[in-house]
């Protein structure tokens, strides 16, 4: 698949977009830089200039994603913040976040959850690998204290709060899972899920 779209703009960031596609929709083996470059119209070895080799872009996609990742979850915060809304409706709100995020770059969440990605991690991924984690740990915490599954244990307890929509993310566009669920639409989807993993307490 090809994106000629691509003309004399950030050649990095295209590099990133176009690997996350490929990866999505033919698997990590088809990726190589040179094809990259055939994608976008550019010399082979333009890729180089930004990436020394496969793995520093896989490392790089990554990195992105979680970036992203970050900011939509931190967004859903802050607006549930600035509601007015206690921890337990916050952490709903970023878990609702996450899925809006996930299934509109359906390229980039599927790519990072590849397991070659891990094998290319480098500081920057993995320092946006820890933010996302300890946000997450953070709001489950504070969910926690508010008076969601009290008695239960917070490592546990924070598995399950990150696991459901990871995989849920995944699971949603496959075809037995989907014909299931046509019926409702993407936003009662993620509305419902998240409301059964987080629970909206008697709170503001």
Not at 18 to 33: F, H, P, R, S
Not at 115 to 125: C, F, G, Q, T
Request: no cysteine; hydrophobic share 45%; charged share 25%.
């Amino acid at each position: 698949m090809t994106n000629k779209s691509y003309h004399h703009g950030d050649l990095r960031r295209a590099l990133i977009k176009q690997a996350a596609l490929v990866i999505d929709t033919q698997g990590i083996e088809a990726l190589t830089l040179r094809g990259l470059a055939r994608d976008l119209g550019v010399s082979h070895g333009a890729p180089n200039r930004h990436f020394r080799n496969k793995g520093e872009l896989l490392a790089a996609l990554a990195t992105e994603a979680y970036h992203q990742v970050n900011l939509a979850t931190q967004k859903a915060a802050e607006a549930s913040d600035s509601e007015g809304h206690g921890p337990v409706r916050r952490l709903n709100a970023m878990g609702r976040g996450f899925l809006r995020w996930a299934l509109d770059n359906r390229a980039l969440f599927n790519a990072i959850n590849h397991p070659d990605i891990k094998r290319s991690a480098d500081d920057a991924l993995l320092a946006s690998m820890r933010a996302f984690q300890l946000a997450a740990r953070e709001a489950t915490m504070a969910a926690q204290k508010a008076g969601r599954y009290p008695e239960k244990d917070p490592r546990i307890l924070a598995l399950f709060t990150n696991s459901v929509p990871f995989g849920a993310a995944q699971l949603i566009d496959h075809e037995v899972f989907a014909a299931e669920i046509d019926h409702l639409s993407r936003e009662q989807l993620i509305v419902e899920l998240m409301d059964y993993v987080v629970p909206i307490l008697d709170e503001p």
